[in-house]
């Protein structure tokens, strides 16, 4: 499962002597708009905005599998008006992937709440023809070369458990990354990805 969480990008937070919140507060969603992190995201904003008497202003920051957003969290002001809305792939998984990132998962952020927890699903055209896992692990095997799988980018979530199905299944889908969760459900919608 998807561990989404909401961390205050902070290095020495100050604590002011005015009453906080003062001003508006920027929420980061590190996701492209369509996906879930922009709809809880701005669901999130719509119901916290009355009770800090403060406009929530979601700031979408895509690109990078959420390292560009977590970037623009890490160098923004540790002042306690910004918070990035993560989740497993940008905390954990990226940071173990070898990769250059412009941040530390466990140096650079402050775990505030977790929101909830996410469940991914596989889905098919249903042109394809597979109804169960089953039926798609046979499709797939009697159609090597043409089994693709969409995910929300390189090292997401998504990804890592289409590679999963592949070394279970004894399967060979090729990883097709978007930049996002709406990108890739825009291409599955349009059986761009099958």
Same mark, same amino acid.
């Given at each position: 499962?998807?561990?989404?969480?909401?961390?205050?990008?902070?290095?020495?937070?100050?604590?002011?002597?005015?009453?906080?919140?003062?001003?508006?507060?920027?929420?980061?969603?590190?996701?492209? +708009?369509? %996906?879930? *992190?922009? !709809?809880?995201?701005?669901?999130?904003?719509e119901?916290? =905005? $009355?009770? &800090? @008497?403060?406009?929530?202003?979601?700031?979408?920051?895509?690109?990078?599998?959420?390292?560009?957003?977590?970037?623009?969290?890490?160098?923004?002001? +540790?002042? %306690?008006? *910004?918070? !990035?809305y993560?989740?497993?792939?940008?905390?954990?998984? =990226? $940071?173990? &992937? @070898?990769v250059?990132?412009?941040?530390?998962?466990?140096?650079?952020?402050?775990?505030?709440?977790?929101?909830?927890?996410?469940?991914?699903?596989?889905?098919?055209?249903? *042109?394809?023809?597979?109804?169960?896992?089953?039926?798609?692990?046979?499709?797939?095997?009697?159609?090597p070369?043409?089994?693709?799988?969409?995910?929300?980018?390189?090292?997401?979530t998504?990804?890592?458990?289409?590679?999963?199905?592949?070394?279970?299944?004894?399967?060979?889908?090729?990883?097709?990354?978007?930049?996002?969760?709406?990108?890739?459900?825009?291409?599955?919608?349009?059986?761009?990805?099958?």
């Amino acid at each position: 499962m998807k561990y989404l969480f909401l961390c205050l990008a902070m290095f020495s937070l100050q604590v002011e002597a005015q009453t906080w919140p003062n001003k508006p507060v920027r929420l980061i969603a590190p996701y492209p +708009p369509g %996906g879930q *992190t922009d !709809v809880v995201s701005r669901w999130l904003g719509e119901k916290l =905005a $009355p009770v &800090l @008497g403060q406009p929530v202003v979601v700031d979408n920051r895509a690109g990078a599998q959420g390292a560009v957003g977590l970037q623009a969290a890490k160098n923004s002001a +540790p002042d %306690g008006y *910004t918070f !990035v809305y993560t989740n497993v792939s940008n905390l954990s998984i =990226a $940071p173990n &992937l @070898g990769v250059a990132l412009p941040y530390e998962a466990m140096k650079d952020f402050a775990p505030v709440t977790q929101l909830g927890l996410t469940v991914l699903s596989m889905v098919v055209p249903a *042109t394809l023809g597979p109804k169960t896992l089953k039926e798609f692990v046979a499709w797939a095997k009697a159609n090597p070369t043409g089994a693709n799988f969409a995910s929300f980018g390189n090292g997401s979530t998504s990804h890592v458990y289409g590679e999963m199905l592949n070394g279970a299944a004894g399967i060979a889908m090729v990883h097709v990354p978007y930049s996002g969760a709406g990108p890739a459900m825009l291409g599955i919608l349009a059986a761009r990805c099958k």
